[in-house]
Nanobody, 124 residues
Framework: VQLQASGGGLVQAGGSLRLSCAASRRSTTSNNGMGWFRQAPGKEREFVAAISWNGDNTVYADSVNGRFNISRDRNKNTMYLRMNSLKPEDTAVYYC?????????????????WGHGTLVTVSS
């Protein structure tokens, strides 16, 4: 299974970006919860947002709640992360992942498949 994250880049504070995560094998991810994590330089990888297999349930980290929106298109086998009102502290490499559970889970160890990440840089 391969997950490919894209859409990162350089943006000014207050701006927006949309990340995409395309999965290579429909049969593996269409019934799995998926999520986004991020890792800033010198910090641990942290949970950002998750979505259930059918998109009905979502969960967000407190730091992004109200600014970020996670969604998925099962027909396209793709997950998205819309990021609004970006802050310099959102600067990180963003990773998408598919979990072993159908629900939206925040538990990093339940995520089995990981993409390589896409860099988001927010300038002040």
């Amino acid at each position: 299974v391969q997950l490919q994250a894209s859409g990162g880049g350089l943006v000014q504070a207050g701006g927006s970006l949309r990340l995409s995560c395309a999965a290579s094998r429909r049969s593996t991810t269409s019934n799995n919860g998926m999520g986004w994590f991020r890792q800033a330089p010198g910090k641990e990888r942290e949970f950002v947002a998750a979505i259930s297999w059918n998109g009905d349930n979502t969960v967000y980290a407190d730091s992004v709640n109200g600014r970020f929106n996670i969604s998925r298109d099962r027909n396209k086998n793709t997950m998205y992360l819309r990021m609004n009102s970006l802050k310099p502290e959102d600067t990180a490499v963003y990773y998408c992942a598919a979990s072993l559970k159908a629900g939206a889970t925040t538990t990093r160890t339940l995520y089995r498949y990981w993409g390589h990440g896409t860099l988001v840089t927010v300038s002040s």
